[in-house]
């Protein structure tokens, strides 16, 4: 049993529930996003691949040297064969320290045919400028933010954020940082690299935040897991396997499928994803 084939069958059971509970007049909800992280080289069958796993969107990396590229529109091609939404994925620590490289590679980037959005990784803490000139730096990530909006055009904007730009540390008059960067964009990917779904310092408490934010501002928060290996276990699964991801995204999804900012899962990133998945027969899927 795959990933998201197991929360199809939620996605039944949560239809019947609404059919036989809820008045006929209650809207739709939308269904919940799987989404797979590319980055690096990607390729027609990744984008098979993926969603032969039951993933609905791919959040691709296109570089500005391979924007119109042929293989790019390829792999676009075949995500939207296989009924998967493709956001356009790039980013760097740089694009906050001014809107030149930002806004061009969004201008650029928005004309690729077939995009349904774009996603903006560019984590400025990762500047020393973030120590010693934070506040400045802040300012200039949020400019660059709005400028990437502007030159999106009609595409919606996702920018991939840490679960502590909620925190008080970053908090003025104005509100949080990560209030400010919900009220540019229209979606944020939440960082929220933790091995487990509940209880203190886990996905749900730490992303918290970011999903109340989404749903009172109208805007909606992907949460993120990681699957790559890394030298604090407890940013990842890696070392727990596949069943106690399904089981972490389970217990994520019922935490916030009734918030409005909810918008789903997404899972970092495809090439770490696939060799996770090669051990299955040591971590078994539920009821596989």
């Known amino acids: 049993m795959s990933l998201v084939r197991s929360r199809r069958l939620w996605a039944v059971v949560a239809c019947c529930v609404v059919c036989l509970c809820a008045p006929s007049s209650a809207p739709a909800k939308q269904p919940i996003t799987r989404a797979l992280w590319v980055w690096g080289e990607a390729s027609p069958a990744t984008a098979t691949w993926a969603a032969r796993e039951d993933f609905d969107t791919l959040l691709l990396e296109i570089p500005g040297v391979r924007i119109g590229a042929t293989s790019t529109a390829k792999v676009i091609r075949a995500a939207r064969a296989g009924s998967m939404k493709v956001w356009a994925l790039s980013g760097h620590p740089d694009w906050a320290r001014g809107t030149a490289a930002v806004r061009k590679w969004t201008r650029r980037v928005r004309r690729t045919k077939g995009l349904s959005g774009i996603v903006l990784d560019i984590e400025p803490y990762l500047l020393d400028q973030w120590d010693t000139a934070r506040r400045r730096t802040i300012e200039n990530y949020l400019r660059s933010l709005r400028a990437a909006k502007r030159a999106a055009g009609p595409l919606p904007v996702m920018a991939a954020v840490p679960f502590w730009f909620d925190h008080d540390t970053y908090r003025d008059r104005d509100g949080t940082l990560a209030e400010k960067i919900a009220g540019i964009v229209d979606e944020v990917a939440v960082m929220a690299y933790r091995d487990r779904a509940l209880g203190s310092d886990s996905i749900v408490t730490l992303s918290r935040g970011e999903v109340d934010i989404s749903s009172r501002l109208g805007k909606a928060a992907l949460i993120t897991v990681q699957t790559a290996p890394d030298s604090l276990d407890k940013l990842t699964f890696h070392e727990e396997g596949v069943a106690e991801?399904?089981?972490?995204?389970?217990?994520?999804?019922?935490?916030?499928?009734?918030?409005?900012?909810?918008?789903?899962?997404?899972?970092?990133?495809?090439?770490?994803?696939?060799?996770?998945?090669?051990?299955r027969s040591a971590h078994p899927w539920p009821n596989s």
């Open 245 to 279: 991801l399904q089981k972490a995204l389970d217990a994520t999804i019922a935490a916030f499928e009734s918030q409005p900012g909810f918008r789903g899962i997404a899972v970092h990133h495809y090439s770490a994803y696939r060799r996770f998945l090669d051990n």
